[in-house]
Structure formats: structure tokens, C-alpha cells
């Protein structure tokens, strides 16, 4: 079974603080993403990334940063934590399109972060 | 670009019955799949069920089937002898070729009563 693990399911931080959401897949996927969840606008993608150390935003990237230095492993960065980023956070995973797996993404169970 | 419209916030079924969620899309691509998932109470994400746009027929899994229309830009789920298990937030997803990338729809929420 795939496994997608994020490092932290609750975080609380400070407005101003700089904040690392960690991302760990088991399964040698090509492709990550950092999405963010919220009531009534469903997921919205941040960032992903197609391979290591490449990275592309995705449709609300402003105040987000990401970093992918090995294949399992992506993070994303909040530079300067702002009360208008509380929300949930989910990591996903997936092959290469054109494989067989042909785009199913596998997530990680979220991180429920609170900017106070 | 990708639009994805769910227009059930909320639905609720009794045990054993059928439910339908709904979904409607955009999209200017022409190879592309298309994707329901749930989020159980617990968060974690998994895929229901997955159409490929060029396939006519429709998908299914086990009590879990999709009436794709491509003209119309429709991908409903049908959930049939209901359990309470299915209580959950369910999203539809199309999405395209370039990077395996996902356009979520604002989810359905289904509430399965005993």
C-alpha cells in the first residue's frame, strides 16, 4: 500500500513565525502536491512538484513556498504565518501520468494548522 | 483550466438506500480522467472511483458507480445499499494529463442514518 505521512496532524503557530509542513511517500512517485482544505471552497492546490528540485504553483501559491531535495520528501513553507493561512494542509503523491496508475493521487491524513 | 461544481453541500440517505451526488465540469482538455473521492470523519483521503474520459462506459466498484455524460460535462456517483461507513465528504476531481494535476470540486458532504 501506498503510504503518504505527514509529519504533524495539529500544529499551532504564531503570526510571524516560519513554518515547515513536512511530506514522506513510500512509493517512488514522480509527482507531490501541497494542497489546502477549507469549508465550502474544497481543495486548493498550492505547489506541486513533477521531479527533485523542480516545482510549479499551483492556483494559490502567494505566501507559500515549497523545496523537494529527494524524491520522497516534499515540504512547504510558510515564510511568514499569517492568520489568513489557518486552515487543513494535504500532501498527495502520484505516478507519472501515461502509467498505469494514470493520475490517482494518494494522500497523507492533513495537518490541521492554527495561526494565532 | 479545469471548473469543477458540486451543487449538494449536504445530503443524508438511510441505511440501505441509493444516493446520487452530483457534479458537473469544465475543461479544455481532451484526454483527461476524472475521479471521485471520500474523506471520512478521520480525514484521510481515498479514491472511490476513476473514469477515463475516452471510455464510454461507465465505471464501477462494488455498490459504487458514475453515470459519465461527456457532452453534457457530468459525472454523478450513485451509491447503492448505502452503509454507514459511506458517512463522509465526497469530492470530484477531473483532471487532466499535464502532471497528473486535480481541479477539486467543493465537496459533498453524505450523512448515511441507521
Known amino acids: 500500500d501506498v503510504k503518504v505521512t505527514q509529519s504533524s496532524r495539529y500544529l499551532v503557530k504564531r503570526t510571524g513565525e516560519k513554518v515547515f509542513l513536512e511530506c514522506v511517500q513510500d512509493?517512488?512517485?514522480?509527482?507531490m502536491f501541497w494542497y489546502r482544505q477549507d469549508p465550502g471552497l474544497g481543495l486548493r492546490l498550492i505547489y506541486f512538484?513533477?521531479?527533485?528540485?523542480?516545482?510549479e504553483k499551483g492556483d494559490i501559491p502567494e505566501g507559500y513556498s515549497v523545496s523537494r531535495e529527494k524524491k520522497e520528501r516534499f515540504s512547504l513553507i510558510l515564510e511568514s504565518a499569517s492568520t489568513n493561512q489557518t486552515s487543513m494542509y494535504l500532501c498527495?503523491?502520484?505516478?507519472?501520468?501515461?502509467?498505469?496508475?494514470?493520475?490517482?493521487?494518494?494522500f497523507g491524513a492533513g495537518t490541521r494548522l492554527s495561526v494565532l | 483550466a479545469q471548473t469543477v461544481t458540486q451543487s449538494q453541500p449536504e445530503m443524508s440517505v438511510q441505511e440501505a438506500e441509493t444516493v446520487t451526488l452530483s457534479c458537473t465540469y469544465d475543461?479544455?482538455?481532451?484526454?483527461?480522467?476524472l475521479f471521485w473521492y471520500k474523506q471520512p470523519p478521520s480525514r484521510q483521503m481515498i479514491l472511490v472511483i476513476r473514469?477515463?474520459?475516452?471510455?464510454?462506459q461507465n465505471a464501477t466498484e462494488n455498490r459504487f458507480s458514475v453515470n459519465f455524460q461527456k457532452a453534457a460535462k457530468s459525472f454523478s456517483l450513485k451509491i447503492s445499499d448505502s452503509q454507514l461507513g459511506d458517512t463522509a465528504m465526497y469530492f470530484c476531481?477531473?483532471?487532466?494529463?499535464?502532471?497528473?494535476?486535480?481541479?477539486f470540486g467543493q465537496g459533498t458532504i453524505l450523512t448515511v442514518h441507521p
Open positions: 498527495a503523491s502520484s505516478l507519472s501520468p501515461g502509467t498505469v496508475a494514470k493520475n490517482i493521487q494518494y
Open positions: 512509493m517512488d512517485h514522480e509527482n
Open positions: 512538484s513533477y521531479d527533485v528540485k523542480m516545482k
Open positions: 475543461t479544455s482538455e481532451n484526454n483527461y480522467y
Open positions: 473514469q477515463e474520459a475516452y471510455k464510454q
Open positions: 476531481a477531473p483532471g487532466g494529463t499535464s502532471y497528473g494535476k486535480l481541479t
